[in-house]
C-alpha cells in the first residue's frame, strides 16, 4: 500500500467534471480554497477509483457518492471542516468493495495496486464485473477505509482516521 505521489494533470480535469456533475463546484472551490490538502487529496481519490466506475445500485459513480458525502461533510461542518470532509469520503469509500475490475485473471485492488486509471491504461481489456462479489477476501471496513486514506490523504490528515491518529510522524 503506498500513497499516490502527484496524480496527472489530468485528474484536476475529472475532478472538475465530477463537481459539475454533482453540481458543486462552487462549494467544493471554496472549502479548497480554504484547506487545499483537501483539493489535493480529491484529485488523488478520482484518479485512484475513475470518475466513471459506476455504483452497481444506482446512477451515480463511487466517486460521486463519495465526493459528495465529503464536500456536504466539509461545508456543513464549520468547527471542523477537514475532520467532516475526511469522515464523509471514508464513509462511502467501502462502496468500492461492490464492484470488481477484472483483467483476465487480474483483479484491480485498491488497496495496493495502481490507482484504477493507471491500471486501466495498462489493461484495456478490463471490464468491470458487479455481478462478480465483493473482493476476496472481504477486508474489514473500518481497515478498508483506513487503507484508502493512505492513498489519497496528507499525513496531516491522518488524525481524523480511525485507527491511523500518530501514524503522521
Request: with cysteine; proline share 9%; hydrophobic share 45%.
Amino acid at each position: 500500500m503506498r500513497a499516490i505521489d502527484h496524480p496527472p494533470e489530468e485528474a484536476g480535469a475529472m475532478l472538475d467534471r465530477v463537481l459539475r456533475r454533482l453540481r458543486m463546484k462552487p462549494l467544493a472551490v471554496d472549502l479548497f480554497d480554504k484547506h487545499p490538502n483537501l483539493a489535493v487529496a480529491s484529485k488523488r481519490f478520482v484518479w485512484l477509483v475513475s470518475p466513471t466506475l459506476l455504483y452497481p445500485y444506482g446512477k451515480r459513480t463511487i466517486a460521486e457518492h463519495c465526493l459528495a458525502a465529503a464536500i456536504l461533510g466539509g461545508t456543513e461542518s464549520p468547527e471542523n471542516r477537514v475532520r467532516a470532509f475526511v469522515e464523509g469520503l471514508l464513509a462511502k469509500v467501502t462502496m468500492l468493495l461492490e464492484v470488481r475490475v477484472t483483467s483476465g485473471q487480474q483483479t484491480w485492488n485498491p488497496v495496493s495496486d495502481q490507482p484504477l486509471m493507471t491500471w486501466l491504461q495498462d489493461r484495456p481489456d478490463a471490464v468491470v464485473d458487479n455481478d462478480g462479489g465483493p473482493m476476496e477476501p472481504l477486508p474489514v471496513p473500518r481497515v478498508f477505509a483506513a487503507s484508502i486514506a493512505i492513498r489519497v490523504l496528507e499525513p496531516v490528515d491522518y488524525q481524523y482516521v480511525p485507527g491511523l491518529a500518530g501514524a503522521a510522524g
